[in-house]
């Protein structure tokens, strides 16, 4: 028999591509509040369960007959996550509520981290460079996600909570973190790249930031590393984005003309008109993911530039309509 998975937001943008990518004799089960089975997804089980509670979740986990576990599961709205700020140092009784990002994406990390160590499994946590205060990216593997400073979201915050937490268990636990991840389809929800798209064709393109520092991944490369890690049970922390950095407005233009659109329509902006937005998160200004650990293990994620050659070419055989003629 292959592997039993137990996968944690199989449901959610990036663990569905997983889930529906994974090696056919891999047994994958899945535990949530969504049953990944309406979204066509083919999965042993499902299980229902929230996340945030943690009686339920620890009970849950002790019945696991999974080998190896995946997170993918988050509150990731990164403004709504936002309403939910407290200081730094607030007491936990005060920060512990059903479904709250504090839980989510801070504490039940560690609870499966150290589970995972006492029952002998492996957990794969997926993070995001969120966690670090955006002053000097793209950033190491080696360097620690940032306190809770005006710089970095709750949303960051709690998922560098979540990082520290699921640390210190040796090789049981591998942190991988992904940034701006897109893929070519998600009816759920908007990624960066089709929400470009989107705007484009309705008008409405913001103007993207010319000077903010970013590390897009391509989805399929995040899948493929998560295979190659879990076969490998490889602990530490690995980071998967484009390994050529770029800025949202340069993005944005790519990814227009390669669709044979008016490039030009995205106007750029700058990463301080925009931090003004009245009830929107900091996000990190020189963000990203600087390689490292994934080239040492043989896989190689796309640049920026090969990812949206990707989308678009993917767009183009589901017959997305687009101005662009097919390559010749
Ligand atoms: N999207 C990004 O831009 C981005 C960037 C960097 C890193 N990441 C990381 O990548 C991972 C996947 O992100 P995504 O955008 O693909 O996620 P997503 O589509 O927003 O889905 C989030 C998942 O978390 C589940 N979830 C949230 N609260 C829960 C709870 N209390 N109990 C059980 N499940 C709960 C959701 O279940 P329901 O469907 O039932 O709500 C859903 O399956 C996350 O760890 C995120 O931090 C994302």
Redesign the pocket.
Known sequence: MGLRILV????????SHFVAASPADWDISTA???DPRHDGLRVASFDR????DRGATMSFLDRSSSDVWVN?????DVDGCERERQPEGTPDNRLDSP?SAWN?NGLFPGWAAARASSSGRFLVH???D?VFDGTRGPYSEEDEPSGLTPLVSWYGYT?GVGERNASGYGSTVCIVR????YRARFPK?L?FARAIIKQQSSGTLPRYYQDQTITPSWIPDVTDALQLLIHRRHGGTVHVGSPEPTSPWEFASTLLRELGLDAASAAPGTFRDGAKDPGRAPRPERGGLALSAIDRLGVHPRSFREGIHELVDALRDEGHPTSAAPPP
């Not at 369960?49 to 945030?52: E, F, H, R, V």
């Not at 992904?178 to 991840?181: E, G, K, T, V």
């Open positions: 944690f937001g199989a449901d959610s943008m990036v663990g949530g509040r969504t369960l929230d996340l945030s993918f599961a988050a509150r990731t479904g989510v997926v993070s995001t969120y998922k992904i940034a701006h991840p929800k990624d």
